[in-house]
């Protein structure tokens, strides 16, 4: 049985090798330095994810970030090999999804609410694209983690360690292990349990401390009607929980960088209908529990899942993404096993009928998923569907109008990226490309402008920096552009660009030990690079 779930998995979302580097996979893979040699692993493993390209972020994934390394020293900048490496582990992770269904329910039963979960088109939004691999990984080892807790206790909490270390709510292992005991109807006592809350205690307390990056329990830059009220963050919570359950059952509208309004008040409906749901689901557990334990267990589970990115305890900055949900649909898988199992105990026409119907689910969900593959296709096949349902969408403008202009489509390009700005004039990347758009036309007064801008939004953005360097220095001001390749360096010193640009420019101004000094550093911080090299 395991084979055929590995196969299925396998081959509906064999179709993601055809697909590019995509959303996040440009700051995850694409131009992270640190996955470019091993003398960059501390970094990787100690830094946050997308540290290596020069920005900041809080997110921490080490384990993610360590399997993107062995890729690219594996397939280098091939996509379908990391593609390749993200379908195998779901394929691994479906076979665990049924392994752990398979200790509470039939081989059947358990197998087909395996399937659901796992070529559900939700896990196209972590399977599709490389970078999405988190969600994957940290299933993985939850599963294996569970299965190995009654034999091997320390095998089990080393998989808890590699779930947190590959996404965030992995710190919830403790919590799915006393649920998942629970379904089991034989729980151990908490003394068994206790290393793994001290597990996730200890991680809690990294990264608030050595691991806070920006600012772990707040991703907000400044306060905003979300950040001050818990109410608020609460009444929109409960929203969320009804649409996310939605999306399990009927995926319509299935979309990256969905936007969620802010609810302000219980008394508005989408706020209290979302709470008579949330709780009839779980007074429904209640009855459940006695009767139908695993069905029970799953509610909570789905419940309990979203907690990390609730923003009731973190304030992350985002209120919805549909991938969010992928987790706490094994809550619901636990709940479609049970009730096959109970409609297959039945025999006769219940049997068939819920056979012919969770088969009839099975093959939708997978043409379905094999459809939702392909939006992830490539950068324009992407963000043009975006586009579709998130249309007053600033980053969604701009992304599209990046992938115009390397598909040579400027004009279009440049009018994207001002309808962006229009829309919300908050990212310095916006103006960065819109003046990499107008640099190709040779305007470079104007893209010297919209570059000035972008540093002005951040200072610390030194691909910005990089090109007013380079256009000082073609313009003869040989000053400027050396104070510009210096603003680059302290931003990032991993770009060989800015050493070079540097010592370029202080061979302009006549300052040759400058230069071979400027060098020597650049050959420091990246020992390999061919281009630094002493002649």
Same mark, same amino acid.
């Given at each position: 049985?395991?084979?055929?779930?590995?196969?299925?998995?396998?081959?509906?979302?064999a179709n993601?090798?055809?697909?590019?580097?995509?959303?996040? !996979?440009?700051?995850f893979?694409?131009?992270?330095?640190?996955?470019g040699?091993?003398?960059?692993?501390?970094?990787?493993?100690?830094?946050?994810?997308? +540290?290596?390209?020069?920005?900041? +972020?809080?997110?921490?994934?080490?384990?993610? =970030?360590?399997?993107?390394?062995?890729d690219?020293?594996?397939?280098?900048?091939?996509a *379908?090999?990391?593609?390749?490496?993200?379908?195998?582990?779901?394929?691994?992770? $479906?076979?665990?999804?049924?392994?752990?269904?398979a200790?509470?329910?039939?081989?059947?039963?358990?197998?087909l609410?395996?399937?659901l979960?796992s070529?559900?088109?939700?896990?196209?939004?972590?399977?599709?694209y490389?970078?999405? @691999?988190?969600?994957?990984?940290?299933?993985?080892?939850?599963?294996l983690?569970?299965?190995?807790?009654?034999a091997?206790?320390g095998? =089990?909490?080393?998989?808890?360690?590699? =779930?947190?270390?590959?996404?965030?709510?992995?710190?919830?292992?403790?919590?799915?292990?006393?649920?998942y005991?629970?379904?089991?109807?034989?729980?151990?006592?908490?003394?068994?349990?206790?290393?793994?809350?001290?597990? +996730?205690?200890?991680y809690?307390?990294?990264?608030?401390?050595?691991?806070?990056?920006?600012?772990t329990?707040?991703?907000?830059?400044q306060?905003?009607l979300?950040?001050?009220?818990?109410?608020?963050?609460l009444y929109?919570?409960?929203? %969320?929980?009804a649409? /996310?359950?939605?999306? *399990?059952v009927?995926?319509? !509208?299935?979309?990256?960088?969905? $936007? *969620?309004?802010?609810?302000? $008040?219980?008394?508005?409906?989408?706020?209290?209908? +979302?709470?008579l749901?949330?709780?009839?689901?779980?007074? *429904?557990?209640?009855?459940?529990?006695?009767r139908?334990?695993?069905?029970?267990?799953?509610?909570?589970?789905f419940?309990? #899942?979203?907690?990390?990115?609730?923003?009731?305890?973190?304030?992350?900055n985002?209120?919805?993404? !549909?991938h969010?949900?992928?987790?706490? /649909?094994?809550?619901?898988?636990?709940?479609?096993?049970?009730?096959?199992?109970?409609?297959?105990?039945?025999?006769?026409?219940v @049997?068939g009928?819920?056979?012919?119907? $969770?088969?009839g689910?099975?093959v939708?969900?997978?043409?379905?998923?094999?459809?939702?593959? /392909?939006?992830w296709?490539?950068?324009?096949?992407?963000?043009?569907? &975006?586009?579709?349902?998130?249309?007053?969408s600033?980053?969604?403008?701009?992304?599209?109008?990046?992938?115009?202009?390397?598909? /040579?489509?400027?004009?279009?390009? &440049?009018?994207?990226?001002?309808?962006? &700005?229009?829309?919300?004039?908050a990212?310095?990347? %916006?103006h960065?490309?819109?003046?990499?758009?107008?640099l190709?036309?040779?305007?470079?007064?104007?893209?010297?402008?919209?570059?000035?801008?972008?540093?002005?939004?951040?200072?610390h953005?030194?691909?910005?920096?990089?090109? &007013?360097? #380079?256009? @000082?220095?073609?313009?003869?001001?040989?000053?400027a552009?050396a104070?510009?390749?210096?603003?680059?360096?302290?931003?990032?010193?991993?770009?060989?660009?800015?050493?070079?640009?540097?010592?370029?420019?202080?061979?302009?101004?006549g300052?040759p030990d400058?230069?071979?000094?400027?060098?020597?550093w650049?050959?420091?911080?990246?020992?390999?690079?061919?281009?630094?090299?002493?002649?």
């Amino acid at each position: 049985m395991s084979g055929l779930i590995a196969l299925a998995a396998l081959l509906v979302f064999a179709n993601c090798l055809l697909n590019a580097f995509v959303w996040d !996979d440009e700051q995850f893979i694409v131009k992270n330095a640190f996955l470019g040699s091993p003398r960059f692993l501390l970094k990787l493993l100690t830094e946050n994810v997308v +540290s290596g390209a020069g920005l900041v +972020s809080n997110l921490y994934r080490p384990f993610q =970030s360590l399997t993107h390394f062995f890729d690219v020293q594996l397939w280098g900048s091939r996509a *379908w090999g990391h593609h390749l490496t993200t379908v195998l582990l779901h394929a691994a992770a $479906s076979v665990a999804v049924f392994r752990l269904l398979a200790r509470l329910f039939a081989p059947w039963p358990a197998a087909l609410a395996a399937l659901l979960f796992s070529l559900h088109p939700l896990q196209s939004e972590a399977v599709a694209y490389t970078c999405g @691999r988190g969600d994957t990984l940290a299933i993985l080892f939850l599963c294996l983690g569970l299965l190995a807790f009654r034999a091997r206790r320390g095998l =089990s909490l080393a998989c808890a360690a590699l =779930s947190v270390a590959s996404k965030e709510h992995g710190v919830l292992f403790p919590a799915f292990l006393f649920l998942y005991d629970r379904a089991l109807g034989r729980p151990a006592p908490f003394r068994r349990h206790l290393p793994f809350w001290l597990l +996730s205690a200890g991680y809690i307390a990294a990264r608030l401390t050595v691991l806070n990056f920006k600012d772990t329990l707040n991703f907000y830059g400044q306060p905003n009607l979300l950040t001050e009220h818990v109410s608020v963050r609460l009444y929109t919570y409960l929203t %969320t929980l009804a649409k /996310g359950l939605l999306l *399990w059952v009927w995926p319509a !509208d299935l979309h990256h960088e969905r $936007s *969620w309004p802010v609810f302000t $008040s219980l008394a508005i409906p989408q706020v209290w209908l +979302s709470l008579l749901l949330v709780a009839a689901l779980l007074g *429904w557990s209640l009855r459940l529990r006695a009767r139908s334990r695993p069905a029970a267990i799953g509610l909570w589970w789905f419940v309990i #899942a979203t907690l990390p990115t609730s923003n009731l305890i973190v304030l992350i900055n985002a209120v919805f993404y !549909d991938h969010w949900f992928i987790l706490p /649909g094994l809550g619901l898988a636990m709940a479609a096993g049970q009730a096959l199992e109970r409609a297959f105990a039945r025999g006769g026409r219940v @049997r068939g009928a819920a056979a012919a119907f $969770s088969v009839g689910a099975v093959v939708a969900c997978a043409m379905l998923t094999v459809r939702a593959n /392909g939006v992830w296709r490539d950068p324009i096949s992407l963000y043009t569907h &975006i586009l579709f349902w998130e249309p007053r969408s600033a980053k969604i403008h701009n992304n599209l109008a990046m992938a115009y202009n390397e598909a /040579g489509r400027e004009q279009e390009a &440049i009018a994207l990226y001002q309808r962006a &700005i229009a829309l919300s004039d908050a990212y310095p990347q %916006t103006h960065h490309n819109l003046a990499n758009a107008y640099l190709r036309r040779g305007d470079e007064d104007r893209a010297l402008e919209e570059f000035g801008r972008a540093v002005a939004m951040d200072p610390h953005f030194h691909h910005s920096w990089l090109q &007013i360097g #380079a256009i @000082r220095l073609k313009a003869g001001q040989p000053a400027a552009s050396a104070e510009a390749f210096a603003r680059a360096v302290h931003a990032y010193p991993y770009a060989a660009e800015a050493y070079l640009g540097l010592a370029e420019a202080y061979r302009a101004q006549g300052k040759p030990d400058a230069a071979r000094t400027v060098l020597a550093w650049g050959r420091a911080a990246l020992p390999d690079h061919p281009a630094l090299q002493a002649p």
